[in-house]
């Protein structure tokens, strides 16, 4: 897979000069306390999208940094134009390919997400180290924001009606009928009008991608019809993190008009006037 490298893979290129290693992980939903890895990759750094890199200013939970604000962070962190940057959570993959969207986001496309993350690179014996590490050189890396990576509720709701757009929800599939309440306090349940329900844990084995067939006819399932490579794909989910594992998936299978809504149901399931509906997924 073109977005996804081994932990084999990494550990035999550790010595490159133009690596950059960031982990990306958070801590579940639901759950309580500061995320704090007991082991690190080697060299690796923090890269917390949930603070550092998070608008401070927007009520929703992280939403994406300004392009200054990401550059800076990135300058400090020694990242340059003609960096390989591998970014990995502590298990499986849940929040690492919000990382990898936020760089495709800022005009950065040599990035990757460690397939596996900590736990399959510990199962394999490499070595790790207790704390992160820190950048001493100054990177030349500058964003260069790609228009529509990151989209808001005008954009999704201007979709809803669209035929040549498809907006997918990465959450599980009780939660998009509406039959289990949400995390957040406060939210609502059900899905946004003409969604289609795509759980990101049914595209995962073992916190892995499954093979590429059954990522690639996945889609195609749940798209039907509108399983064109130029079809408009809009992502959703809880917060906008595991939205983002759906757009790394579809951007391996070739499809092309990729957009996560940033806000997701957090911002979706909160406001009263925009429209949910309930019930099953029309292509299930």
Not at 72 to 87: A, E
Not at 118 to 130: C, E, M, P, R, V
Request: charged share 20%; hydrophobic share 40%; proline share 5%.
């Amino acid at each position: 897979m073109k977005n996804i490298v081994t932990c084999q893979w990494l550990n035999e290129h550790l010595n490159d000069p133009k690596l950059v290693i960031f982990d990306a992980g958070m801590v579940r939903p639901g759950k309580l306390g500061e995320y704090k890895p007991q082991a690190k990759l080697p060299n690796a750094q923090r890269f917390d999208f949930k603070k550092q890199l998070a608008d401070q200013d927007n009520p929703l939970p992280h939403t994406m940094c300004s392009a200054e604000q990401f550059t800076q962070q990135m300058q400090l962190m020694g990242v340059d134009k003609d960096s390989l940057v591998i970014i990995y959570e502590d298990q499986g993959l849940f929040s690492a390919a919000r990382g990898w969207w936020m760089f495709k986001a800022m005009g950065f496309d040599n990035v990757k997400v460690l397939s596996g993350g900590l736990a399959k690179w510990q199962s394999l014996g490499y070595l790790t180290q207790i704390e992160y590490s820190r950048h001493y050189h100054k990177g030349n890396f500058v964003a260069k924001p790609r228009v529509g990576y990151f989209i808001d509720a005008a954009a999704v709701f201007q979709g809803i009606d669209d035929e040549h757009t498809v907006l997918l929800d990465a959450r599980g599939y009780q939660r998009y009928l509406g039959e289990m309440a949400e995390p957040r306090a406060g939210m609502r349940s059900g899905h946004i009008p003409n969604s289609r329900a795509l759980p990101f844990v049914e595209l995962l084995g073992d916190g892995e991608a499954k093979p590429f067939a059954d990522i690639k006819a996945a889609f195609e399932a749940v798209l039907g019809d509108q399983a064109d490579l130029q079809t408009t794909l809009q992502f959703s989910c809880g917060s906008g993190v595991t939205a983002c594992i759906l757009a790394l998936f579809a951007d391996e299978c070739g499809y092309e008009n990729l957009h996560v809504y940033d806000g997701s149901w957090s911002e979706w399931g909160g406001r009263d006037e925009l429209p949910i509906e309930t019930g099953p997924c029309p292509s299930r």
